[in-house]
């Protein structure tokens, strides 16, 4: 069985190459095949002596005060109107302890006869749960008569979760009420390997961004790539939304969640200009917690995009700007340590029209020595520019002096091997090759 999104959300489903099994919104052209199909369920469960719902509560004028055209979706197998349900977001006779949004509600399945066994009811719940992820929403709900045995064996093999029995309408419907959590992220990720697979695409992404942003009362619009790291990044209208690398991909990404929303947390209260947070937390994804944030989206152009497009004194006035902002960042503590951003390389600075520099991504942060935060800069950012380094150091710097300051910071920093590799192409002599690089 193949299985083709199609443009509503909903699956299109050829099984075999014989039978072809459609899913797809209905409309009000549909209303008769909604009301057949209404009528067919009705006569056959009095048929069978366990009478359900009566023709007068499923005809049109009625059943559509709840459920419009709209509503419903349709199981078209081989060209006939075999089955619908209908999707809807809010139910406070069944679900009152529910507000609008918080789940969508399936009402009103109906399969017929003839197609029984054939897949559509299994066809009609996967386009349920894609509406669900449409909509980033991870609960979807039901009600059914608790006498149902076999419909409740079926909801049950679907996924569903009993809640609990209740009756409505004073005693005339005895029901039982089901539940499931829909997964939002459906892609399979069980390595380091999936994860980079997977981590830019913004289809994947989507549905669980989306229902982040519901969780968080955001506004939610299509996502747009952003600079790609380790870690998810999107844009999202006027915010970026970074979702980390979850456990099962092999990785641990609470110490750097922890440390990106502390050092911005940091920066805000040190007057450094950085993208300020507009949610943070974590998101229960059938089991797969997902950590993130919500950030500001900053309109400027990268480090690395604005440098080709500087003379000298342009590169000192940036040198100097990134220096009071270190300055401000760098907060030393008793033990002489400073809160370092430790990660300054031409895709963690933007530069603002007024030349304001931004920083970006703070994972790396800690508390480490200046020599440390500043190695990364002569080293990644500057990458040892005489002009910026004027500007950095106005009081002055030396070939020799600098570069065993570079030397002893770049010891303690965790990508020293990637930072001497990326410059040298080589970790052999890294003080020759940094005092080469400065003179």
């Not at 990644?380 to 002009?387: G, I, M, Q, V």
Request: aromatic fraction near 10%; hydrophobic fraction near 40%; include cysteine.
């Amino acid at each position: 069985m193949n299985n083709v999104p199609n443009p509503h959300g909903c699956d299109m489903i050829v099984s075999g190459g014989l039978i072809m099994l459609t899913i797809r919104p209905a409309s009000d052209a549909d209303i008769p095949a909604i009301q057949s199909l209404l009528y067919d369920a009705v006569d056959r469960a009095e048929a069978m002596g366990r009478p359900m719902w009566q023709r007068e509560h499923v005809a049109w004028e009625v059943i559509s005060q709840k459920y419009p055209a709209s509503t419903f979706r349709l199981a078209v197998l081989d060209g006939e109107t075999v089955g619908c349900m209908a999707l809807v977001m809010y139910d406070p006779e069944i679900w009152p302890e529910l507000a609008p949004d918080e789940a969508v509600y399936l009402h009103k399945l109906v399969v017929r006869r003839n197609a029984s066994g054939k897949g559509v009811s299994r066809a009609l719940f996967a386009c349920a749960r894609d509406h669900c992820r449409s909509m980033g929403i991870p609960s979807l709900r039901l009600d059914v008569y608790a006498n149902r045995e076999k419909l409740r064996a079926l909801y049950e093999s679907e996924g569903f979760w009993f809640v609990r029995e209740e009756s409505f309408y004073g005693e005339s419907y005895h029901s039982a009420l089901y539940e499931q959590d829909v997964p939002m992220f459906t892609q399979a990720v069980s390595s380091w390997d999936d994860w980079r697979r997977v981590f830019q695409d913004r289809d994947a992404f989507t549905p669980l961004i989306r229902a982040i942003y519901r969780k968080e009362r955001l506004t939610f619009t299509a996502l747009e790539n952003a600079a790609p790291g380790t870690n998810a990044v999107f844009r999202i209208g006027e915010t970026v939304a970074k979702v980390f690398v979850p456990a099962c991909a092999g990785c641990d990404s609470a110490p750097e969640y922890a440390a990106e929303l502390d050092g911005l947390m940091r920066a805000e209260r040190y007057g450094v200009d950085a993208p300020r947070v507009r949610a943070s937390g974590t998101f229960d994804d059938c089991g797969t917690l997902w950590r993130y944030l919500v950030m500001d989206y900053i309109d400027a152009p990268s480090f690395a995009d604005m440098v080709p497009t500087l003379d000298d004194a342009g590169k000192r006035t940036i040198g100097r700007r990134l220096r009071e902002l270190t300055d401000r960042l760098n907060v030393p503590r008793a033990d002489g340590l400073v809160w370092a951003h430790r990660d300054i390389n031409p895709d963690n600075l933007l530069i603002r029209p007024d030349g304001t520099p931004v920083l970006l991504d703070f994972a790396d942060a800690a508390w480490d020595t200046v020599e440390c935060e500043r190695a990364v800069i002569v080293c990644e950012l500057f990458r040892f520019d005489h002009a910026f380094l004027d500007g950095y150091f106005s009081e002055g710097w030396m070939p020799d002096a600098l570069a065993e300051s570079c030397i002893r910071g770049l010891a303690r920093h965790p990508f020293r091997e990637n930072i001497l590799r990326d410059r040298f192409g080589t970790l052999d002599d890294p003080y020759g090759h940094i005092r080469a690089a400065l003179l």
